[in-house]
């Protein structure tokens, strides 16, 4: 079955930082991209950053670019995102996901809030 563990969120002040973790389980790790989206209430979701597990390749949405990071450590299944400089904007639950064998799979999610 495969699972995605999203973890990592918090309460932060704007200009702080947070890493969130994405453990992933149930489909060959190495073969598939993961990548963070996150959604505010009332919005639709938004693709924020994603990595290929098999050649590091990343993506960075604009509004997240010199701001945060994606990595992976393919040994622990599982993809980062350090997210640095953080503004009141930021404030959603983020989300990662894959698609396995056709289909997009999500995590639970996990919500981060940054004051003002």
């Known amino acids: 079955e495969v699972q995605l563990q999203a973890s990592g969120g918090g309460l932060v002040q704007a200009g702080g930082s947070l890493r969130l973790s994405c453990a992933a389980s149930?489909?060959?790790?190495?073969?598939?991209?993961i990548g963070w989206f996150r959604q505010v209430p009332g919005k639709e979701r938004e693709g924020v950053s994603c990595?290929?597990?098999?050649?590091?390749?990343?993506y960075y949405a604009d509004f997240v670019k010199g701001r945060f990071t994606i990595s992976s450590d393919n040994a622990k299944n599982t993809v980062y995102l350090q997210m640095n400089s953080l503004k009141p904007e930021d404030t959603a639950v983020y989300y990662c996901s894959t698609v396995v064998r056709g289909l997009r799979r999500w995590g639970q999610g996990t919500l981060v809030t940054v004051s003002s």
């Open positions: 990595i290929s597990s098999s050649d590091g390749s990343t």
């Open positions: 149930g489909f060959t790790f190495d073969d598939y991209a």
